[in-house]
């Protein structure tokens, strides 16, 4: 059996209420980062760092963690350094912001290992890609989390994340699982607007079934079309930004139009070398340059050379002159 | 520091010398099924269906044993049973035939972790394909082997597995890793003849540096082009097929004709449905249909229904009625 | 030498001058659909239908007329049906607005073909994207843009359209292209906000360097994010919709919370069926059902059959009833 | 109606006897280069060239000539360019070989163009890929051949070559065009042993519907698995060597283990460059060496520089040694 979880934080909207049966909802909203994991050395966390950067996001307004993602280096990380980061991160986060636990993992036991580390330590929600090493079919993606949602210790929300996993979740299975009381949302890192609008209509009426986008570029335009909040790596660095930029969307205030092209201007960070991996190593490169942690990445990845560096040291001087 | 680990199976070739210093020598040849993992449920090993399973497969004529690759459905197996397994099988096969275990992994500290419970087993070599999560750069690539080979307690061999992990790996990554002792040979999935040329010629001369092949549809022609021998997932069902055809490629016997087709017919159970899983599925069905095993299969696969079923029955019975 | 063509459209802000030398401007904004090319069968225009749709398409209220695109099934249609169409559409529009001609070709000198009939027949301007048999090379393809503006008689417009042609065009290659006085602006039918604010931010400060989009699902976002107009296939069924979302879009007026999500419904269109070319289909089958013209389709494809007529009929008596 | 054309050359078993009705057989078989186009300028053809490089060809013992293919640059040159090559071709040739010609073209009524021109010059066959532009779906591409051998005045080849036309021909699609007695072969170009070896069971039995490869890097293994020939560019420089090693393959002599490496180290024409036209310029490039033609290619490419060619005329030195 799973415990129940409720929480309510005004400023932002999120409130997961789950129970032992159907009437659990839930609600995501605002600007929940995709925390980068600080590390020291392999297998070692830089636990100053994170004691930093935990406070750098909450007093920067963020409205959730969202641990072990792609940005979080979580399919990079060992099952022990993945439940000692969610142990240490519940700890000092201590109930001020919901903290949501990645347990992607081409091992359906390895990601209940997580999910039990992240129930034991107080974690609020559990977010699920597809496994990543076979593509997959529609009924084997839909049995696959029917599965896995059944043995979670907490509400599930669905990643997609197509560029990476391969296998983007059809609509359908989206659709589907907005049924199953254990799921309780959705993550879409696809960065596909036409997607992203079929999801939307799909749980339209359903104000209890949030979609958040993790797609830096396009977050302004998600935002619009419906979405409820962003799962954005740059708020790593500039959580303030992200969460004024939510709360204007959201009020549709004038700051929208001096805000938008700030957080467009972000997308930059993901383009500094030619390798899939340069957006995280951009963030920790930023972090590590704004004083809150080392930029050490695990395998197979290194940290960001002097040069690369450089054009990230531009990157976020130019953007701090203007960020509130 | 690592263990000498010395053997000599004079009967097809195998050998690998591991020394502390340069002269480190290593043979691998012959065919080395990618062992499929018997399972009874999840997260349970099916006993003694991998007893009667690794009888079958040494009592067929393989040359060796490959634990925890693509058909040993390793990506999607916890490391409690990975351990598991690899102890298991080590204490049964007692040094019969050498075993290779795959250590393939998304987490550079997982792989460790294989490794060490390999390495106390007592098994011979690893096995390695690059980490599949992010596509990695050529320097990345490099940089990734250079530190897994410096860490691993045994041997190392390149796991090139393109359709899978996303990011081939370089003929000149391999060609670098010639020079490094601790990477003691290839085994390329790629079914790419062309790559497979490449390779071949940047080992002319190189007899301690073995190039085992995975493409069940490309193994007569691979051994023509001069591969040293087959992982190849058929071998689970029919180890004696491809132990005799192995030796009649070597020694250009006539027997070649009549095998020929029955290797290539074999092909047929990685098409029984469109999904990428459909050759585990038909593998562990077919052991099943014979009776050695469970056909249980990990999330995110289901075994085959009834209607595959037949069909492999049907394939099985055909080839059971030539093969010698 | 090419011609001096001068218009002015103080309605939608189109203008071209083009010049000998150096100094020439242009200025393309507003909804230039990619107007289908009505057929009566194999080879043969549809007349009768072809001079309804232009004046349907000049009374909605379009800024410019773009033939021959992948909406036009410009690269199924011979070179003699592409001169016909061409010399007939700019005959009919008179001048009336500017006539965009799509010469996209693998072969350089059928290019050179359709671009002479169009400069013969009064185009304004014409439009490539890279020939797409082979990927290119970016050296590849800047020489072939390069080539293939000295040789035009009108000036070009780049098309991006990696989805089909393979290749994307590089942001450097594009901004390079902005030095060439030949080549006038882009069409982007990437959807790819991302690609698209490299682009703006590329041409920045340069307002006579038009970038329209092409995709459905972004245009409300792409024009936010500063494109200066839509050529989007839904045009060719509701021009005035889209005309009244451009208005709306540049004058931030009230409007456009009603006509977003009517844009964006019209995405649907190219979903009615999972193959290609579902969204020439769909446009030509909607405008059959509007009583414009035939909805015969160039080989390889045919039109829809009645299951699929019924549901584009469903979306266009949906839309009818909303659409200004 | 279509003529019928019937010829035999004994030396290579090449037959095509076409009638009006039913009973129509057709056998092609050995090595029938996919010739390069040489051309002197844009939209010029190397008249004397062409001369040189056809005699050269047929007396080096090809067994006919393949026109307008991937090799041949055919997408990249202009209907009338297409027009002039075949027909200057068949008229020298005159009937010593066997001519196809390929009519791939994203329009229909241009490759019915391309098919008259070769029909009146006394060309023997066509070839036709998918069209390109859009992926096709599997009942789109059997409607487009069924409608393309109807129209065709000469029989058809199918020509699958997935990794430039987006769509492979799938299995069934090509079992169904063996009923048809207009289409009478195939020329398989993707590479793919595994595809070869499920179109070679679909015919097994008919000997009158020959399939031929394409990839350089497979043909010997494909002749082993039962291919009737190849169509490989490195036959446009050495011919005398593929037509030895189809005979010594044909036959089981001796002679075939030393020109095995012969055949295969041509493929390293393909990989010199990282443009997919890299092949294409390898060729024209060792003709130039060889005194045969220009290299001058169609847009989008040109020819290789000083670099690339010496690259060439090392591998060119070094096969010259050692060809028969």
Redesign the interface.
């Known amino acids: 059996m799973w415990i129940i979880v409720r929480q309510s934080h005004a400023q932002d909207g999120f409130r997961i209420a789950v129970q032992h049966g159907r009437d659990m909802t839930a609600t995501l909203s605002g600007i929940i980062p995709p925390m980068i994991t600080p590390l020291r050395a392999?297998?070692e966390l830089d636990h100053a760092g994170l004691e930093r950067l935990i406070e750098h996001l909450i007093s920067g307004g963020v409205s959730g963690l969202f641990l072990l993602g792609?940005t979080g280096e979580g399919?990079?990380?060992?099952?022990?350094?993945r439940a000692e980061l969610v142990e240490r991160t519940c700890r000092q986060v201590n109930g001020r912001v919901p903290v949501l636990v990645c347990v992607t993992d081409?091992?359906?036991?390895?990601s209940l290992?997580v999910a039990r580390a992240a129930a034991d330590a107080g974690a609020d929600a559990l977010v699920a890609a597809?496994?990543?090493?076979?593509?997959?079919?529609q009924p084997?993606?839909e049995?696959?989390f029917d599965?896995?949602a059944g043995e979670l210790p907490l509400p599930l929300v669905l990643y997609n994340m197509p560029a990476?996993t391969k296998t983007p979740i059809p609509v359908a299975t989206v659709r589907r699982a907005m049924d199953n009381p254990k799921i309780i949302g959705m993550k879409d890192s696809s960065?596909?607007?036409?997607y992203l609008?079929?999801i939307l209509r799909a749980r339209a009426g359903r104000t209890d079934w949030p979609v958040l986008v993790g797609?830096?570029?396009?977050l302004?335009?998600a935002m619009?079309?419906g979405a409820d909040g962003g799962v954005n790596g740059g708020a790593n660095v500039f959580p303030r930004l992200y969460a004024k930029y939510f709360q204007a969307a959201v009020s549709k205030s004038g700051d929208l139009d001096m805000l938008?092209p700030l957080v467009?201007r972000m997308?930059d960070l993901y383009?500094n070398g030619?390798?899939?991996?340069s957006g995280i190593k951009g963030i920790k490169c930023a972090l590590s340059l704004l004083g809150i942690c080392d930029d050490f990445m695990?395998?197979?990845?290194?940290r960001f050379s002097a040069h690369e560096r450089e054009r990230v040291a531009s990157l976020i001087e130019e953007q701090r002159s203007q960020v509130p």
């Open positions: 392999r297998d792609t399919p990079a990380l060992g099952a022990r350094l081409t091992a359906f036991t390895e290992n597809p496994p990543f090493y076979w593509p997959l079919g084997e993606m049995h696959y599965a896995l990476l960065g596909n607007l036409g609008h079929q797609d830096e570029e396009t302004p335009y619009q079309a938008h467009i997308g383009r030619s390798h899939a991996s695990a395998e197979p990845f290194e």
